[in-house]
């Protein structure tokens, strides 16, 4: 409800035949000052613009157009001292403080109140303007509403009534406010209140509150605080629209010390170097530890390892046990007080593995390294002189060698190991060594021996090699050589032997293949004949100790290669893909598994010719004419004759390819024949009909 407002009301006579009056105030130090106009029919005059706290003089003086009546003094005054202002009403822990704003020249005030369901202003306090403006109104009832009026006092009067203050209802205070620190913040809780719905939690920082928040629980955490700062919490309670106050011996002071976060903990050869994050507002650090067993629990309780100052933020740690995993904490300390209880960094101390030796292996450096207590893994690293280092291979924990196959012959290697348990790692020694790089041998069968060759490998001297023949399990060194070729001639047939080498360079070996490169010694194949079959060109060889199978190559004049055109377990084969009229050379090597012999280069040549076909035979009386038809790369052909049960037996060479007939005049009348022929073109000759063609000659 709103009072009248803070006005002077002029009241005087009315005069006739004027058009309204002009009225005038003044005081004993001031001369008359026009404070307004009204109309001829206006009953009074409201002075809303008074300075309060002085007397006043009034005079209301007709005019008629422009024109006035003089000014008349009047022995009549009014005091006019203004109403409060600000007027507030709030809960405090026993009763409800009434405020307000000074008023000048007031001598006192009266303090009036109303409940929300009764309009009746009762006087409840006076109160001398020489005290603290507010009144405690304690006779008060819980959850009920009121309202507040003030009017000010002067020994010659008072003032209108204030505005009315906002509605309020008692509520008690929140108690039992506490405050401690945590990992998130400051956690703030305190009594659940009868009457609240929810709560407002205010902080105060320097003195200046604010409300961070509001909650229908009895707890909350202030998250935006900041490390090293001092704060106040107080909390207000809410019933409906109305909120309660805040208690004087219920706000809690607290300085936030933020918990130190451990960002790394790092393995050195006989140390563990913690560290963590510089914290606001401390005055030192106090580091804890705690032993871990292998499920992962703690073993007994932390304890405080060491006590450092604000400006130390890492530790050295030496009393450890290598291969044992441990936990650490930090609290960041402010006089008697420390952080929350911060999180905790799980780290297991590993012992440095140690390089135990650097050696030239077989296509690479073997790094080996002593096993390392509890390490789930192990990382090789690597690097030249003047570069970086590089991880090149990760292995388990069963493992503690490696053969670097990455190098290159006579450059300069550093290496180092790390050992691996989960985000743990162990510090590192460093070792170097120059690659000495290790022979690729080829092993061959020649005619009579086996000849192993391998790859140059810059900087060695000589060379050693090395056997195992059959029955053998150790290498035997066979020769030093200072070339890259050896030739074994202490072998023999179907036997299998392993060869291997190594480089020297007068100080250091190489590495070797340890497996070495197997072969099986098989001779060439001893080429035993090549003739003109009927449906191809038939090669025969002997057979050679030791082999399983037998691979038949050839190669048409006019080229240098090879093909490997069958391989078979027999000792002979056609080749029936052999083309009329050209000359092939034809070779054989022996074979077992994937062991190879060596072949006979030169091969047996042949010209492939088909067997003619016998066309007919006759007789008459100059004779037996006898006929075929013509070979394609021919030159002449042979013609054959047999009696009987006798020998076939060539008769007569006939020249010229395409000449396909003979006149046989050495036949005797009532005997009988056989004929066959065949082609021929030099010292190559085809297959000829063994069966001939059968004639009685009757002349």
């Not at 407002?5 to 001031?30: A, P």
């Not at 003094?73 to 409800?96: D, G």
Request: with cysteine; charged share 25%.
């Amino acid at each position: 409800m709103l009072f009248p407002v803070q006005i002077v009301l002029l009241y005087f006579e009315k005069v006739d035949g004027v058009d309204g009056y002009n009225i005038y105030r003044r005081t004993d130090d001031t001369a008359w000052l026009k404070a307004g106009s009204v109309s001829k029919d206006a009953e009074f005059f409201e002075d809303k613009l008074v300075p309060g706290g002085k007397e006043y003089y009034y005079c209301a003086v007709p005019f008629i157009g422009n024109s006035e009546s003089q000014k008349v003094s009047t022995e009549n005054s009014v005091y006019y001292i203004k109403a409060p202002q600000n007027v507030k009403a709030t809960n405090t822990k026993e009763a409800i403080e009434v405020t307000w704003d000074v008023v000048s020249g007031a001598s006192g005030y009266c303090v009036y109140r109303k409940t929300n369901d009764n309009d009746n202003l009762v006087l409840v306090a006076s109160v001398s303007a020489g005290e603290e403006l507010k009144y405690i109104d304690t006779n008060v009832e819980i959850s009920e509403i009121y309202s507040y009026v003030v009017q000010a006092l002067s020994n010659k009067g008072t003032s209108f009534y204030s505005e009315e203050s906002p509605a309020t209802m008692r509520i008690t205070c929140v108690t039992n406010v506490s405050a401690e620190r945590t990992v998130e913040g400051i956690y703030v809780k305190w009594r659940n209140h009868k009457f609240a719905e929810s709560y407002i939690v205010c902080r105060a920082e320097n003195g200046n509150w604010k409300r961070i928040g509001e909650t229908g629980e009895i707890d909350f955490t202030d998250t935006t605080v900041e490390s090293g700062k001092i704060y106040s919490y107080s909390v207000i309670p809410v019933v409906e629209e109305f909120e309660g106050g805040i208690a004087e011996d219920e706000i809690v002071e607290i300085k936030y010390i933020a918990p130190p976060t451990i960002t790394k903990a790092t393995n050195y050869k006989a140390t563990v170097k913690v560290e963590w994050t510089s914290v606001a507002g401390a005055e030192k650090y106090k580091l804890q530890r705690v032993t871990v067993n292998s499920e992962g629990e703690n073993v007994g309780s932390y304890k405080t390892i060491k006590t450092l100052s604000a400006s130390e933020t890492s530790y050295k740690d030496t009393d450890l046990v290598a291969g044992r995993t441990y936990r650490y904490r930090a609290f960041a300390v402010w006089g008697e007080d420390e952080c929350a209880v911060p999180a905790s960094f799980k780290h297991t101390f590993l012992k440095v593995p140690e390089i135990s030796s650097l050696s030239n292996a077989y296509g690479g450096i073997k790094v080996s390294w002593k096993s390392v207590k509890n390490a789930e893994k192990y990382s090789i690293m690597r690097k030249e002189s003047g570069g970086d280092w590089k991880t090149i291979k990760t292995l388990s924990s069963s493992k503690n060698s490696y053969v670097d196959k990455t190098t290159k012959n006579g450059v300069k290697y550093y290496y180092a190991v790390k050992a691996i348990k989960g985000d743990s790692i162990s510090y590192y020694e460093t070792k170097s060594f120059k690659y000495f790089g290790s022979p690729k041998a080829t092993v061959t069968n020649k005619t009579s021996a086996i000849t192993v060759t391998w790859d140059k490998i810059s900087g060695a001297k000589s060379y050693y090699v090395y056997r195992k023949a059959p029955g053998e399990t150790s290498w035997k060194r066979i020769a030093i050589v200072t070339k890259n070729i050896y030739t074994d001639s202490n072998v023999k047939n179907g036997k299998i032997y392993k060869y291997t080498v190594k480089a020297y360079n007068g100080s250091i070996f190489s590495g070797y293949n340890t497996s070495g490169w197997t072969i099986k010694r098989l001779s060439a194949p001893k080429l035993k004949s090549i003739t003109n079959a009927t449906s191809g060109v038939t090669i025969k060889w002997l057979k050679v100790t030791g082999a399983s199978k037998y691979i038949v190559m050839r190669k048409v004049k006019g080229s240098s290669k090879w093909e490997e055109i069958k391989t078979t377990t027999s000792l002979s084969f056609t080749d029936k893909t052999a083309k009329a009229g050209k000359i092939y050379t034809y070779t054989v090597k022996a074979g077992y598994g994937d062991y190879r012999s060596i072949y006979i280069a030169d091969g047996l040549k042949i010209k492939r010719m088909s067997r003619p076909t016998l066309e007919s035979v006759k007789s008459s009386k100059s004779g037996i004419t006898f006929k075929w038809n013509e070979v394609t790369g021919a030159s002449g052909y042979l013609v054959y004759r047999k009696t009987g049960s006798g020998e076939w037996a060539q008769i007569a060479k006939v020249t010229g390819a395409t000449t396909t007939s003979y006149l046989d005049k050495t036949a005797k009348k009532g005997k009988t024949y056989y004929y066959s022929v065949r082609a021929y073109s030099g010292s190559y000759k085809s297959a000829y009909n063994t069966t001939g063609l059968k004639i009685k000659d009757k002349y």
